[in-house]
């Protein structure tokens, strides 16, 4: 709920803190924020960019595919890796929350602790407002400065997202972790060629690494593949909801589908890399 959360947020235009009921929140300065009946707050200001924000379409997709259960051994690993190096102290925040799946999962191993979802895509808010009753979510540009406390959060999640470093470094507090979640080189390889996939880049682990480099410190890496058995209903939605949306013809999509043998057979690949702040004083 936003209101457990506001002890951990600050107003995006002058930084001070936020207070407020389930219509509106405000700061000290006169700063106010609307928020939407499916429980999310809105806190862009001037000109957003939301382009690349998931649509409804891409929401729906990456729900019915979620619920399926299909990367739940996905969730867990990441839930498990937060709670094993999570400091006792400090809330959950997830950069790129889409709709809290995973968040919830980290949660529900962190009893007590509340989490902050931010995402630019209102149709994924909607889902991560009412993901976990301790979840409390805003609309934003993750590239942009947080709306979030300096060294408030215990865990900041990335979960195929956008990585920006110096915020994730500013939030934290000194003994906190940082937790990404990336596809590894083989993800749905088995796709890729017959229905023309986006292909994972192969130097994705060292692009994360130059990335955090300044700011964080290695912890630990843990790779995860999942032996998948699909139907083409299930593979349509896993297909529409990532990346690939964006790049391939729909009708085209559905013939290739088509033609490929049921049950489809697919290894879904991702690596869990944990890193801890590094001190810059």
Same mark, same amino acid.
């Given at each position: 709920?936003?209101?457990? +959360?506001?002890?951990?947020?600050?107003?995006?235009?002058?930084? $001070?803190?936020?207070?407020? @009921?389930?219509?509106?929140?405000?700061?000290?300065?006169?700063?106010?924020?609307?928020?939407?009946? !499916?429980?999310?707050?809105? %806190?862009?200001?001037?000109?957003?960019?939301?382009?690349?924000? @998931?649509?409804?379409?891409?929401? $729906?997709?990456?729900?019915?595919? %979620? @619920?399926?259960?299909?990367?739940?051994?996905?969730?867990?690993?990441?839930?498990?890796?937060?709670? $094993?190096?999570?400091?006792?102290?400090?809330?959950?925040?997830?950069?790129?929350?889409?709709?809290?799946?995973?968040?919830?999962?980290?949660?529900? =191993?962190?009893?007590?602790?509340?989490?902050?979802?931010?995402?630019?895509?209102?149709?994924?808010?909607?889902?991560?407002?009412?993901?976990?009753?301790?979840?409390?979510?805003?609309?934003?540009?993750?590239?942009?400065?947080?709306? *979030?406390?300096?060294?408030?959060?215990?865990? +900041?999640?990335?979960?195929?997202?956008?990585?920006?470093?110096?915020?994730?470094?500013?939030?934290? =507090?000194?003994?906190?972790?940082?937790?990404?979640?990336?596809?590894?080189?083989?993800?749905?390889?088995?796709?890729?060629?017959? &229905?023309? &996939? %986006?292909?994972?880049?192969?130097?994705?682990?060292? =692009?994360?690494?130059?990335?955090? !480099?300044?700011?964080?410190?290695?912890?630990?890496?843990?790779?995860?593949?999942?032996?998948?058995?699909?139907?083409?209903?299930? *593979?349509?939605?896993?297909?529409?909801?990532?990346?690939?949306?964006?790049?391939?013809?729909?009708?085209?999509?559905?013939?290739?589908?088509?033609?490929?043998?049921?049950?489809?057979?697919?290894?879904?690949?991702?690596? *869990?890399?944990?890193?801890?702040? =590094?001190?810059?004083?």
């Amino acid at each position: 709920m936003l209101a457990d +959360v506001l002890p951990y947020l600050s107003c995006p235009v002058c930084g $001070a803190d936020l207070a407020g @009921d389930e219509r509106t929140l405000r700061c000290a300065a006169g700063h106010a924020f609307d928020v939407a009946r !499916q429980g999310y707050a809105g %806190l862009l200001t001037g000109d957003a960019h939301t382009g690349t924000a @998931d649509t409804a379409r891409m929401v $729906a997709a990456r729900v019915e595919f %979620l @619920d399926g259960g299909h990367f739940a051994p996905l969730a867990d690993l990441v839930a498990e890796r937060a709670a $094993a190096a999570a400091p006792d102290e400090g809330c959950v925040l997830d950069a790129g929350a889409g709709t809290g799946y995973h968040l919830g999962a980290v949660l529900d =191993r962190l009893p007590g602790r509340y989490g902050v979802a931010l995402d630019i895509s209102k149709h994924a808010l909607r889902r991560a407002a009412r993901a976990h009753p301790r979840i409390g979510a805003l609309t934003w540009d993750v590239w942009r400065p947080f709306p *979030v406390r300096t060294d408030s959060v215990a865990v +900041v999640l990335d979960v195929f997202a956008p990585r920006n470093a110096e915020e994730f470094h500013r939030v934290l =507090r000194p003994d906190g972790i940082l937790v990404v979640a990336t596809p590894a080189a083989r993800h749905l390889d088995e796709l890729v060629g017959p &229905l023309g &996939l %986006l292909t994972v880049d192969p130097r994705k682990a060292e =692009r994360v690494a130059d990335t955090l !480099q300044e700011r964080f410190a290695p912890a630990g890496t843990w790779p995860l593949e999942l032996p998948l058995t699909l139907t083409h209903a299930e *593979v349509a939605s896993l297909v529409a909801m990532g990346p690939s949306a964006w790049h391939t013809d729909s009708a085209a999509l559905r013939g290739r589908i088509a033609a490929l043998a049921e049950p489809v057979r697919v290894t879904a690949a991702f690596e *869990v890399r944990v890193f801890d702040s =590094r001190d810059e004083s």
